[in-house]
């Protein structure tokens, strides 16, 4: 059984153990995310390994700097191949039309296919106590549409945001807009860091497109066995 609205996040330190988890998982998994952690140690060999295994990527670089320093960024990142690249959103309007911009620029000098572009709204590990304290009188939900809309404007094609407000995006961004979430917990998984968290089956009932899961897989003793119970519960929703 295979799924491609779920994503794998290979939150791993090493080339051998990306490998690893890649051979258990197998065909029950298309679809990995890359974050700091693996691309800070081993860089573009882990997306050039996973596209020759046949496998797409989201890297999740999460950019966020002044709008030229993000363009060049994203630029250099889009020869890399990966089907999804990101920034901040909270890096302005801005500097998300000139990374979008610079993505569609190098994909068409390069003759490759224009990776999805989309922003983080507000990271799910973030919950309502630290947002208040750091901007009263705001409410979470509300500035992640905010943020949504200014993506969308900006001609970003989605967002990264908690499956608790995928339905709020939808709403205000329409059908025509990805949205993947993260901080996904099958019910009773540890929240480990995460906070605005929510089941698989809750994110697509939301309209999320792809849903991202990391530790409830990779950590689990049978990581295969794991991923394939998120995928009966992602069948079972639809
Ligand atoms: O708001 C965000 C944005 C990105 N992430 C990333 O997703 C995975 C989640 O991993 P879990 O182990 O399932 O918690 C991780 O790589 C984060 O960097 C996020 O969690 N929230």
Known sequence: MNDKRLIVALDVATMAKARALVDELGDSVTYYKVG?????SVGGEIVRF??????????DLKLHDIPNTVAQGTARLTRLGASILNVHAAGGRTMM?????AVTDAATTLGIAKPK?????????MDREEWTHMHPGSDIAGQVQ??????QEAGLDG???????AGKIRAVCGQDFLIVTPGIRPQGAALNDQ???ATPEFALSQ?????VVGRPITKADNPREAAEQILQEMRRSQ
Do not use: C, H, W
């Open 146 to 151: 905010l943020l949504a809309r200014m993506a």
């Open 117 to 125: 572009l989309i922003a983080i709204t507000i990271l799910t590990s």
């Open 36 to 40: 700091m952690e693996l691309f800070y």
């Open 159 to 165: 967002v990264v945001a908690s499956p608790q407000e």
């Open 97 to 101: 039309r000139a990374a979008a911009i």
């Open 50 to 59: 996973l596209r020759n295994a046949g496998k797409e990527v989201f890297l």
């Open 207 to 211: 309209g999320a497109d792809y849903i």
């Open 195 to 197: 906070s605005r968290t």
